[in-house]
């Protein structure tokens, strides 16, 4: 499988926990990007990383979250003290640079915060 | 602020008729449009696009798109659709100028196939 790929697919946790989620992107791209689609809306982008330097973060991710991609490749988003408004599907996507033909989706890890 | 509006949050069909989903997004420069389809429990997938040049795009499985610039649209288009057409739809837009190049997609539309 050449995709995105995420891990893992579904994760259920207790509120104020942290949870982490692990995004492969497709090998040759060199961008990566986070998104959380909750119930009833459309993905919302909360940052994207250029190799491993994190070059925009969206105001929805806020201090509880952070992301890194520390070796270019593979990329981590860490939610720390969960809150039931945490709980979504959280998307990742690359592509080779700035161009929007190759980009990908990968299918998504849902959280759910009880 | 970029925002995509989708105006039909959900549209029942019957098997054969016409669809058209709409889409409009509020940016003065130049943008990249997108539809993407989402069908139950799975992931993203490429519906069509459109960057430059006609304006009329044809996508996968029968679907096209019309980029309206003065109307600021994308709606999205199927002549006959089918039950295997049951799913989520999204409305893309990327800024062409954005060396970010993130996606600002709309609410989504699901569609409801009936046999």
């Known amino acids: 499988d050449t995709g995105v790929s995420q891990d893992p697919r579904h994760k259920i946790t207790k509120r104020g926990q942290n949870v982490t989620f692990r995004c492969d992107p497709i090998s040759e791209h060199n961008r990566l990007y986070w998104y959380r689609q909750t119930l009833g809306q459309g993905p919302e982008f909360l940052t994207y990383f250029q190799n491993e330097a994190q070059l925009e973060k969206s105001r929805l991710l806020s201090d509880r979250f952070s992301a890194e991609r520390p070796k270019g490749s593979f990329s981590t988003l860490e939610i720390q003290r969960t809150e039931q408004g945490d709980s979504a599907m959280y998307l990742c996507?690359?592509?080779?640079?700035?161009?929007?033909?190759?980009?990908?989706f990968g299918s998504g890890t849902r959280l759910t915060v009880v | 602020a970029q925002s995509v509006s989708q105006h039909n949050h959900h549209v029942i069909l019957s098997e054969a008729a016409s669809l058209e989903l709409g889409c409009n997004y509020s940016?003065?420069?130049?943008?990249?449009l997108f539809w993407y389809v989402q069908y139950p429990g799975q992931h993203l997938q490429l519906l069509l696009k459109y960057f430059s040049g006609d304006p009329l795009v044809k996508g996968i499985k029968g679907f096209e798109a019309e980029f309206i610039k003065s109307k600021f649209s994308f709606n999205l288009r199927k002549p006959s659709v089918q039950w295997s057409d049951t799913a989520e739809y999204f409305c893309?837009?990327?800024?062409?100028?954005?060396?970010?190049?993130?996606?600002?997609f709309g609410t989504g539309t699901s569609l409801t196939v009936i046999p």
């Open positions: 996507a690359s592509s080779l640079g700035s161009n929007p033909y190759g980009y990908t």
């Open positions: 940016y003065g420069g130049t943008v990249n």
């Open positions: 893309a837009v990327t800024i062409a100028s954005n060396t970010g190049n993130q996606f600002y």
